[in-house]
T-cell receptor, first 111, second 111 residues
Framework: GQQLNQSPQSMFIQEGEDVSMNCTSS?????WLWYKQDPGEGPVLLIA?????ELTSNGRLTAQFGITRKDSFLNISASIPSDVGIYFC???????????FGQGTRLTINP | EAQVTQNPRYLITVTGKKLTVTCSQN?????MSWYRQDPGLGLRQIYY???????DKGDVPEGYKVSRKEKRNFPLILESPSPNQTSLYFC??????????FGPGTRLTVL
């Protein structure tokens, strides 16, 4: 089945640093989504991407839908303590009736 | 308030004792889904439903059942739970396939 490889699996950064994470697949995806999960909560949608090459921002977050349609990137600028959590990418492949999720990137911020 | 609710939030049970986790959404969404989250594996889909009386298997359906008799409700049934079903479970709903809204999660422990 379709799979997403998300990296890195974990990140330890200093407050104020920028963060980059990505998601790749061996097959083409029509939609890319980025979610954040806070401890003890369900994932919350951050950004949705629907078109190859699309670049979308949500505050300090920016995500891009790769031109090849096989990858997506999420950047967080000037990280703050509330950015801590697990970030998941998700995608809908061509002809698929469901979303596939990456394994997640756990972000830890040292004050 | 638009939301997805799950009950119970926490459950400890024993092997073989049938249980049901309820899920309800108040957004009139057609698409609903159940996921399980395990460390290092991200979110894996168990079952999904594209509308009332329409359900289909996700990636890990073994040992689970679902029903969709009403649009707002999508219960997850474990007929004979086993320890390998110990996990964190999330219900999600969306107007279409994408941009899913997640519930708060149900932490299940099967002894």
């Amino acid at each position: 089945g379709q799979q997403l490889n998300q990296s890195p699996q974990s990140m330890f950064i200093q407050e104020g640093e920028d963060v980059s994470m990505n998601c790749t697949s061996s097959s083409i995806f029509n939609t890319w989504l980025w979610y954040k999960q806070d401890p003890g909560e369900g994932p919350v949608l951050l950004i949705a991407l629907y078109k190859a090459g699309e670049l979308t921002s949500n505050g300090r977050l920016t995500a891009q839908f790769g031109i090849t349609r096989k990858d997506s990137f999420l950047n967080i600028s000037a990280s703050i303590p509330s950015d801590v959590g697990i970030y998941f990418c998700a995608g809908q492949g061509e002809g698929a009736q469901k979303l596939v999720f990456g394994q997640g990137t756990r972000l830890t911020i040292n004050p | 308030e638009a939301q997805v609710t799950q009950n119970p939030r926490y459950l400890i049970t024993v092997t073989g004792k049938k249980l049901t986790v309820t899920c309800s959404q108040n957004m009139n969404h057609e698409y609903m889904s159940w996921y399980r989250q395990d460390p290092g594996l991200g979110l894996r889909q168990i079952y999904y439903s594209m509308n009332v009386e329409v359900t289909d298997k996700g990636d890990v359906p073994e040992g689970y059942k679902v029903s969709r008799k009403e649009k707002r409700n999508f219960p997850l049934i474990l007929e004979s739970p086993s320890p390998n079903q110990t996990s964190l479970y999330f219900c999600a709903s969306s107007p279409g396939l994408n941009e899913q809204f997640f519930g708060p999660g149900t932490r299940l422990t099967v002894l």
